[in-house]
């Protein structure tokens, strides 16, 4: 087989990432390797997300930094995939004849029929809502990624419609994968050398599965997950609010492996632009999950993502979510101004004054940051555990992060990549803590 070579860049969330990784799976077969030099393709996939801004006009620019690498070279096979490329679909052939394939987020079982299918002249668009016939096809795709801390797609899509929010049109309906195919799933990955395994969906703790009348939740896969004694780490992302029920809540206290960080968006902490949003849960429902959890493990840390200046946001609206950030002390969070985005019943309503929301998002962010660092500081001096994940090039020390995901650079001689090391904190920064191994109670 002629021997290829192909580069994917991937913006977006976890599940961009997943999504790049089993394309590499895929197009394997076809002979395609992965290179990280990314002016010596054959093949080109952007994996573009759509969730914000100019996410449009992202791909067109870096279609044009393309072009400049390639100006004296074989033109690559070019692809956009991930989210503006379902958005946007042929309309993108139209205006970039650069653009040889598009390729939606619910087609990529399609792709090495495409890339053989490629020549010069034919320009090829796969968009449909295929998402049983795509994990179907990589059922039998061997998960190839390597990687300590691994990504797995359980769920995809979703059925909430929050009037802000691209996604619903992006990735289709609520899909839960089969629990067994899951299952074999994690099982190559924990081969492969995963010693943590993240389970995503775009609601990842609506997933439900139904096989001979039971109900498999995300709960079930937790549970399931902590037998494998190689695992030391489960993590899920990202949920929803409403989908929180009470065997998620009571998997913290029954896993020794599930992570205390929960990463629970809330968007905003006033109830009326929640309604606005059709988030479909209040603040109050947010303080009891909170509640709850505290309750069973005060170690448990939350972060949120959060949406500033949302239309019909006032300054008491605003200070609700001000004023959430004092009771709970997020951690490792996200805050942006609300972006309109084409399609969404969000983008009708009128904008709030720009110069108003950029000065909100600056209270929200130094509150954020404000938290982080005091939550980082909290560990110098102290102990922590480690998942060690690679060494740092030419240098004695490693990266890893800790049960918060809070990236953890050390120094140690003897440490094992793939173990849990025992690191002394020693200085920290708002996103990243500093340390040296404990060398008395080594890597376990
Ligand atoms: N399913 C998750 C949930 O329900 O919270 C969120 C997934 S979405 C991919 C990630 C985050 O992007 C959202 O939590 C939201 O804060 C942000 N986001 C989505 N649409 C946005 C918009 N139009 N403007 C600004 N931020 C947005
Ligand atoms: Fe988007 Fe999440 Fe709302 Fe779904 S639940 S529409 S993914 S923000
Ligand atoms: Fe972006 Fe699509 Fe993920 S819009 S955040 S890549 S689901």
Redesign the pocket.
């Known amino acids: 087989m002629l021997e290829k070579k192909i580069f994917i860049k991937t913006f ?2 976890q ?1 961009n990432e997943y999504d790049s990784n089993r394309i590499y799976d895929s197009v394997s077969k076809l002979g395609y390797i992965k290179t990280t030099n990314q002016s010596e393709a054959d093949c080109y996939i952007l994996n573009t ?1 759509h ?3 100019k996410a449009k006009d992202k791909v067109y620019h870096e279609i044009g930094r393309i072009k400049k690498l390639y100006r004296n070279k074989q033109k690559p096979v070019m692809v956009v995939a991930g989210c503006v490329a379902q958005a946007e679909n042929e309309e993108m052939l139209k205006r970039e004849p650069y653009i040889d394939i598009i390729l939606g987020p619910q087609s990529y079982h399609k792709v090495n029929n495409l890339l053989k299918k490629h020549t010069l002249n034919l320009k090829q668009e796969e968009t449909e809502f295929d998402t049983i016939s795509k994990f179907g096809y990589f059922d039998d795709v061997k998960n190839k990624d390597n990687k300590i801390s691994a990504f797995l797609t359980i769920q995809e899509g ?1 059925d ?1 419609f ?1 009037h ?4 619903p049109y992006t990735r289709g309906p609520e899909y839960s994968r089969p629990f067994n195919k899951v299952i074999n799933e994690a099982e190559q990955l924990i081969e492969n050398g995963a010693r943590e395994i993240t389970l995503l ?3 990842v703790n609506a997933y439900s599965y139904k096989e001979n009348s039971k109900e498999y939740r995300l709960s079930h896969l937790i549970n399931h997950l902590e037998k494998y004694s190689e695992l030391k780490r489960i993590r899920y992302t ?4 409403r989908d929180m029920t009470e065997d998620l809540i009571q998997c913290y206290s029954l896993s020794s492996k599930l992570m205390p960080f929960v990463h ?4 905003s902490g006033s109830n009326k632009i929640l309604e606005l949003m059709n ?1 479909k849960h209040t603040v109050e429902d947010y303080l009891k999950i909170y509640e709850q959890l505290k309750e069973i493990n005060n170690e448990i840390e939350f972060s ?4 500033i200046g ?1 239309p019909g946001e006032t300054q008491k609206d605003f200070e609700d979510t001000h004023n959430l950030l004092k009771k709970i002390k997020f951690i490792n969070s ?8 084409p399609g ?1 019943k ?2 009708k309503l009128e904008m709030i004054d720009r110069n108003i929301a950029k000065e909100r998002l600056k209270l929200v962010q130094e509150k954020l940051f404000n938290n982080q660092i005091e939550k980082n500081k909290s560990m110098e001096n102290s102990t922590i555990e480690v998942l060690v994940e690679n060494k740092l090039d030419k240098q004695n020390k490693f990266f890893g992060r800790n049960k918060y995901i809070s990236p953890v650079i050390f120094e140690g001689s003897d440490c094992h990549i793939g173990k849990i090391a025992r690191v002394k904190i020693i200085s920290s920064n708002q996103n990243t803590l500093f340390g040296s191994l404990n060398k008395k109670k080594r890597a376990a």
Do not use: E
């Not at 802000?164 to 996604?167: D, N």
């Not at 629970?264 to 968007?267: C, T």
């Not at 949120?304 to 949406?307: C, R």
């Open positions: 977006g969330c599940m997300c969730i914000r801004d979703c909430k929050c802000f929010c691209v996604v969906g775009q609601n990202t949920s929803h609010p629970l968006p809330i968007q988030r949120s993502d959060f949406i949302y996200f805050s942006f101004i609300f972006s309109p985005r969404t969000a983008s």
